[in-house]
Every structure is written in structure tokens, then in C-alpha cells.
Nanobody, 127 residues
């Protein structure tokens, strides 16, 4: 499977960041896989932001839940991250990744649970 992030590299404060992950050589509806968004702010560790599973169910980090929305377009085999009300603290490289397969109900909220990653896309929040 291959994942590729796309979206604007520069976003103004208070605006909404929107990124798309295009998946190839694999389907986002294949059972038991999870599709997540992860970022790494400067000087910090990897931060799991949220995920969408093969059924379309979504999961969010409690710290970002109020600003985050993840959706998918199965016809294009893509899933999308929207992060609202961004600030310079949201500046980071953003990665999409696939986790699983997990045959039992698990909480896939750790970057370690994701085994295929896109190359990442740098997002800078600045006026």
C-alpha cells in the first residue's frame, strides 16, 4: 500500500487546514484497517490526531477533538483531515498512515500502531 499526503503548505492563523491522503495499492474499505493522521510539532514527539476505520467510523485525540474532522471519499480512495482554528503551534509535518489489520476492537491512538506511512507534508501556520 502507498499513501500520499496533499494540501497547502501555508495556512493563516484562525483558518482551517485541510489535507488529503490518497491511497494506492490498497483500499480504505478493506476490513480491519485503520487510516490515521499523525503530526510531529518541532521539538516534540509524534502526535496521533485521529483516524477513520474501514467502516467509516472516526476516532479523535481528546486534545484535538473539538477542532478535528476526518472524512473519506471511497470513490477516490482518499481520506481527509480538517483542523480548524489553527495557530502557529499547529505548524508541523503531517503524515497519513495505515494501521492494522486489527481483528478485534482496539484503540489505535498510538503512532506505533501504524505500519505504513506517507512521506509527510509540511504545514506552516503563519500570517
Amino acid at each position: 500500500v502507498k499513501l500520499q499526503e496533499s494540501g497547502p503548505g501555508l495556512v493563516k492563523p484562525s483558518q482551517t487546514l485541510s489535507l488529503t491522503c490518497t491511497v494506492s495499492d490498497g483500499s480504505i474499505t478493506t476490513k480491519y484497517y485503520y487510516w490515521g493522521w499523525i503530526r510531529q510539532p518541532p521539538g516534540k514527539g509524534l502526535e496521533w490526531m485521529g483516524a477513520i476505520d474501514y467502516n467509516g467510523s472516526t476516532y479523535y485525540s481528546p486534545s484535538l477533538k473539538s477542532r478535528t474532522s476526518i472524512s473519506r471519499d471511497t470513490s477516490k480512495n482518499q481520506f481527509t483531515l480538517q483542523l480548524s482554528s489553527v495557530t502557529p503551534e499547529d505548524t508541523a509535518p503531517y503524515y497519513c498512515a495505515r494501521g492494522g489489520p486489527y481483528f478485534t476492537k482496539v484503540t489505535v491512538n498510538s503512532p506505533n500502531q501504524y505500519n505504513y506511512w506517507g512521506q509527510g507534508t509540511q504545514v506552516t501556520v503563519s500570517s
